[in-house]
């Protein structure tokens, strides 16, 4: 998964477009983020973005590559697909792959927190806040020492 940093450079001006991208490394790559949703990823000096139901045909149509993890139980096809090779060198052509991408990411970050349940507790009432001492509490102390 090694990726050259020339290359995290390339895809960054590459995906510019679709707003202000950043490169975080990770397990030998790097993903690919837009406003805090992870829309890429860099593999071997390759591209992937991110699609789901509703983006996938359009990476299916165009003869985009999916990404295969090589996970010690056997391939596994992931929910990335590199972008056709006019778009690998172009600012303007990648604009929609990449805006494809976003999107899908955004959808899933969505659908993620829309999964969390809220959190119940009496309105206006706050959490009560504890400080670990590492210590059992007073009333167990007690006990212990009748």
Known sequence: ??????????????CARAGPVQARAMFG?????????????????ELYLKADDSSRQAFVDAGCRQWVYPSPKGPMAMGYYRPPDAALEDPEA?????????????????????????????AGKKPAATKPTGRKPAAKRARRRS
């Open 1 to 14: 998964m090694a990726v050259s940093k020339s290359f995290v450079t390339h895809a960054l001006d590459l």
């Open 29 to 45: 790559g790097y993903g690919l983020y837009l406003g805090g949703a992870m829309f890429g990823l860099l593999d071997d000096d």
């Open 94 to 122: 990648m604009a929609p792959w990449a805006r494809l991408g976003v999107d899908a990411a955004l959808r899933a970050r969505a659908r993620k927190k829309a999964k969390k349940p809220a959190a119940k507790r009496p």
